[in-house]
């Protein structure tokens, strides 16, 4: 059998190369993305950066631990305590101490913090140039390899929240760059002034006296040796990039797995069935039908052998590309690379093998069951039956996708709008229809080929024909086409509609007529000024968080905004379900539906942002919406927040120009920006999906590419397998033109077929994501990506019409009488 495979590998090596090229690909597709999966499971190991030279280190803690009945639960803290004058004056009995505080600055144009410079000992600033800033008005910045200020230099600094301490200073010294802050030191007296809370305290004493002191002071940490490092600036920002890059490229795996196993399995199928008259043949010179099966098999797995190992090469030289490119966009950190990792490409060798295998298995069963008689058919006629099996399982795997996206909107319709659900449940649909093709292709391709059909010509007649009577190619360049237009519709499409409803939901919530702030603490000159401005409502608010324990296990943490309830009723429509904002007060919680305690009146257990444990009263809920609708509390409970968001309201009867020109005269005075609600809403709602979709983008670009080539691979595979159609059209009159033409036609209204296809499929998804807004009380339309969809439509049809031509242009070079003459 492997013999007579090779012989056969020879002589149709056209089919088999189409074969060896998806499956080689589709292999590297896995190997790749699985060799950057890999690389998102550790983090590096790093040292101590910021107290790199401190043997103790005493910080607030910012985890919330707490036991429950399955064990301690954890949970981020958005406003630790700093730490306590008692607590710091003990200390430095102890033994020598630096308080360390940390503020946000910001110089010529770049985002820095501040800090006293006596805690410069306790990390890793030395002098390179200069001395120590002695008086007010001095400051040591860091130094670039010798880019920069330098010792002399008069530079401005701002400080947000702190105008009063904006203003020009004197260059007196300068420190190396570190690749974890930019650092602008002050004299300890002016930083103290700036930012009186103590961040952290540097402490050069024993370790047990430390612990000793620090046990009487709740929610205080105790570092030494590698524990320092939780006194860095963002500790976890490496595992917390890692977690983003992980989640982006376990769906690339997601997407670019099921798009490579779809296409391997449906080339190897398409294989088998073009060479139906060949295992005729082999019936009539005697071969059984388990024969026949053999050698489809052993074929298979010479392609398959080859194909995955050449894939795993090629999987492996393309990965580092992946991971610089990730970082390139800025959707890795910059240390990231490939690692050691082989599993991956054991798992694309093996599962690129099996697939080859699986595709053929199913193929072989029909062509061990082709008749002796088709061997002597001078036209192998397309019935169009689709195997009972494809039938059966492209229908189960549709309506298990309908049934999905069915139960989440009758259950949970926010479910819908997360992000592993919106990604892995259109697969499902696609799967089903994409299995379904062959059913779908024939009504599809004489219905967009009706108009054509009878224009002046034989073109439009011939094409519509051909793509309506052969099927099982039609369906096999098609369903390329249909899987990337319902992927680019279905992905990006689902995106764009969520952030234009986030925005507008974000538009209806608020009821203000201008707003600023949004991105760190507020001047308090500003709030204080806007306070006083005649004919407005100003409410200033603090960003904060809340934690609550909900089913005794699972601690699940709330964004929250803390403001006065009077100024918030006057400058927000909260989307409310039940109670009043009015009856808001510092015993009491606005919640949304989300939270397992949700009646009014009801008593609930939260943790506050400083880690606090109080007991609130459920004042009122508000709809669940899209997800951004958290939690409000009052002033009170925000753990000590800085305001860092104010929404001001025109009273009516008052003069607006008037009111907003007092506003931007206190923000040009307070360096803060005040901007119409539109304005604010498009700036921190945008609708261009940021990461989300720059990631999308990138997986969706791989697996489209590979889908083009596919697409490509099987186009050329179809029309060199019909060069005798071709020259019996020569024979009957048709010039070499006219038959390049009807190719190029045939091909176009494939891809058109496949479009239309892929388009309902998308149509679909987006109408499952627009019920779920609904079902949220949110109104807002449908966003199709039409220059997406459209790029991608106008790539698949370029690549089909050239797959297509130049096969046709290299075939017709022969003599028609010689190739219609000529026998398999």
């Not at 910045?141 to 330098?150: E, Q, S, Y």
């Amino acid at each position: 059998m492997l013999s007579s495979a090779l012989r056969s590998m020879r002589t149709r090596w056209v089919t088999f190369v189409g074969s060896f090229v998806a499956l080689a690909l589709g292999a590297g597709l896995l190997a790749m993305t699985g060799l950057a999966l890999a690389a998102t499971f550790d983090a590096p190991d790093r040292s101590p950066e910021r107290f790199a030279a401190a043997p103790v280190v005493v910080a607030p803690s910012d985890t919330l631990r707490v036991a429950t009945s399955v064990g301690e639960r954890t949970a981020r803290l958005t406003d630790p305590r700093p730490v306590p004058r008692d607590l710091a004056d003990g200390l430095s009995a102890l033994g020598p101490t630096a308080e360390d505080r940390t503020f946000p600055v910001r110089t010529a144009g770049t985002d820095a913090v501040g800090h006293p410079w006596s805690v410069a000992a306790a990390t890793p600033y030395r002098l390179l140039s200069g001395r120590a800033p002695a008086r007010e008005g001095e400051v040591v910045v860091t130094a670039d390899a010798g880019r920069g200020p330098r010792a002399g230099d008069r530079i401005r600094i701002a400080v947000p929240g702190a105008s009063a301490a904006t203003g020009p200073r004197t260059v007196v010294g300068t420190v190396a760059a570190t690749d974890f802050e930019t650092a602008v030191f002050f004299g300890d007296a002016e930083a103290a002034r700036i930012h009186p809370a103590v961040d952290a305290v540097a402490v050069h004493a024993d370790a047990d006296a430390v612990r000793r002191l620090a046990r009487a002071f709740p929610g205080m940490s105790v570092l030494t040796g590698d524990d320092r490092r939780r006194a860095d600036p963002d500790p976890d920002r490496d595992s917390e990039a890692l977690t983003a890059v992980n989640a982006l490229l376990g769906t690339a795996a997601g997407i670019t797995g099921f798009v490579s196993v779809f296409v391997v399995a449906s080339t190897f199928s398409f294989a088998v069935a073009q060479r139906r008259r060949e295992f005729g043949l082999l019936r009539t010179a005697g071969a059984t039908p388990g024969q026949v099966r053999r050698t489809v098999l052993a074929e298979a797995l010479v392609i398959g052998t080859l194909a995955s190992a050449a894939g795993c090469l090629l999987g492996e030289a393309a990965a580092p590309l992946l991971a610089r490119r990730l970082v390139d966009e800025g959707l890795a950190p910059d240390w990231f690379a490939i690692g050691d990792a082989t599993w991956p490409l054991h798992t694309a060798f093996w599962t690129g093998l099996a697939v080859a295998l699986a595709g053929a298995a199913v193929s072989a069963h029909r062509a061990g069951r082709i008749r002796p008689v088709e061997a002597l058919r001078d036209a192998v006629v397309d019935d169009g039956r689709m195997p009972p099996s494809r039938a059966l399982l492209g229908a189960a795997v549709l309506l298990t996708g309908l049934g999905l996206l069915g139960w989440s909107l009758l259950t949970d319709p926010g479910d819908v709008l997360k992000r592993k659900a919106y990604i892995l449940q259109p697969m499902w649909i696609i799967v089903g229809c994409a299995l379904l093709a062959p059913l779908l292709v024939r009504p599809s391709a004489r219905l967009l080929t009706w108009f054509p059909a009878r224009l002046p010509g034989a073109t439009g007649l011939l094409a519509r024909q051909n793509a309506s009577t052969s099927v099982r190619r039609t369906a096999s360049v098609a369903a390329p086409v249909l899987i990337t237009v319902a992927l680019a519709g279905s992905l990006l499409g689902t995106v764009a509609t969520i952030d234009e409803a986030r925005a507008t939901e974000a538009t209806a919530v608020s009821g203000a007529d201008f707003v600023a702030g949004g991105d760190g603490p507020l001047d308090p000159r500003f709030v204080q000024r806007v306070r006083s401005v005649p004919g407005a409502v100003a409410s200033a608010s603090r960003s904060t968080g809340v934690t609550v324990l909900e089913e005794g296990t699972a601690l699940i943490s709330s964004e929250a905004r803390a403001a006065d309830p009077a100024a918030l009723a006057a400058t927000a429509r909260l989307p409310l379900v039940a109670g009043r904002l009015t009856d808001l007060d510092d015993g009491s919680v606005v919640v949304n539906e989300e939270w397992e305690t949700r009646t009014v009146g009801e008593h609930v257990r939260v943790w506050l942002g400083d880690g606090r444990a109080v007991s609130l009263r459920v004042a009122a809920v508000m709809r669940t919406g899209t997800g951004s609708n958290g939690v409000y509390v009052t002033p009170a409970n925000a753990a000590g927040a800085a305001v860092d968001r104010v929404d001001i309201k025109v009273r009516a009867g008052a003069d607006r120009s008037a009111v907003r020109a007092l506003l931007e005269k206190a923000g040009r005075d307070t360096a803060t920006p005040v901007m119409t609600r539109d304005a604010w809403v498009a700036a921190h709602h945008p609708r261009t999906g940021g990461s989300t979709r720059a990631g999308l983008l990138l997986i969706l670009g791989i697996a489209l590419l590979y889908t083009g080539i596919a697409l490509a691979n099987t186009q050329a595979m179809s029309t060199s397998d019909r060069v005798r159609d071709l020259a019996v059209l020569r024979l009957t009159g048709a010039t070499a033109s006219q038959v390049l033409r009807l190719v190029a036609v045939e091909a176009l209204m494939v891809v058109a077929v496949g479009a239309v296809l892929g388009g309902a499929v998308a149509g679909l998804n987006l109408l499952g994501v627009r019920s779920a807004l609904a079902l949220l009380a949110v109104s807002s339309p449908v966003v199709v990506p039409w220059a997406a969809v459209g790029a991608v439509l106008a790539a698949c049809a370029v690549a089909a019409t050239v797959s297509a031509v130049l096969p046709a242009l290299a075939a017709l070079r022969a003599r028609p009488v010689e190739v219609a003459g000529a026998r398999e």
